[in-house]
């Protein structure tokens, strides 16, 4: 167990009463806690909720990040179960969005019985192409987007979170996430992006023992409704919602029906 003040280093906000269900909200990649805004209100009516920054996002503790131990997942998925342990939560519905899909499947695999459900928001097992499986994004694709990173980070910033975000007819949401993406350490946000877009847990799946709410937008640039219809097909009993939405971050451009799809699911017994 992390002996560092697990709350700080995460910054850990907890909403609601004790005695009422948790929601745990997990972050994607280059956004922190405050892209939960729009839907929080709504989730803490019925639930307590937890929010955290992971480490070298958002108001997290930056000394204790490190690129060795964030280079993979893993060391996400260990602070999130670190965070459940601190916190004494159980029977937990961990909601993870984008990488942190993932993130919150290697933690509910590791210790399935602190999780009652998931929710996997706008997932994506593998961003690369391999063989049958089309994960939108070449090799060379990853490469290209790793090096334009290292070479002009804000660049690459401006240029990428429209394309994530998607509604150009609402280009303050782009330039929200842009912004979000600017406030990142560039060297955290290299190896974070490297660990998001090499990774491959489409073997994780199947392991998956808890009821698992799959939910993906009508159109997502990230992560299209084939792989979230993969991811769907390898977790045995999910269920599988598609929003009337565009973009990889519903939670900002529809916040409305990602609330009512997390509760929907969430709330059922």
Not at 72 to 79: K, N, P, Q, V
Not at 108 to 121: M, T
Not at 246 to 258: N, R, V, Y
Request: proline share 5%; glycine share 6%.
């Amino acid at each position: 167990m992390c002996t560092v003040d697990v709350t700080a280093r995460n910054n850990v906000t907890v909403l609601g009463h004790r005695n009422e269900p948790t929601l745990l909200l997990a972050h994607g990649f280059g956004c922190d806690q405050h892209l939960w805004r729009l839907v929080v209100p709504a989730l803490a009516e019925r639930f307590r909720v937890v929010l955290f920054d992971h480490v070298g996002c958002g108001r997290s503790d930056a000394s204790t990040w490190s690129a060795q131990r964030y280079s993979a997942l893993d060391a996400y998925a260990e602070d999130v179960l670190e965070i459940c342990a601190e916190l004494d939560l159980r029977d937990v519905v961990l909601v993870g969005h984008s990488v942190s899909a993932m993130i919150a499947v290697l933690a509910a695999n590791r210790e399935p019985d602190r999780f009652a459900k998931l929710v996997l928001l706008t997932p994506s097992p593998c961003y690369l192409d391999d063989g049958d499986y089309r994960g939108g994004f070449s090799r060379a694709d990853i490469d290209e987007l790793l090096e334009s990173l290292d070479s002009n980070y804000l660049g690459w910033s401006a240029t990428m979170a429209p394309v994530i975000m998607g509604n150009p007819d609402r280009p303050e949401l782009g330039g929200e996430l842009t912004e979000s993406f600017c406030r990142t350490d560039p060297e955290v946000a290299r190896v974070f992006a490297e660990a998001t877009f090499l990774s491959d847990n489409r073997a994780d799946l199947p392991e998956v023992s808890v009821p698992t709410l799959v939910v993906q937008t009508a159109q997502d640039a990230i992560a299209s409704q084939e792989v979230g219809r993969f991811v769907h097909d390898r977790i045995a009993g999910s269920e599988l919602v598609t929003l009337d939405a565009t973009g990889h971050c519903p939670q900002l451009s529809a916040p409305e029906a990602t609330a009512a799809a997390i509760l929907a699911f969430a709330g059922a017994r």
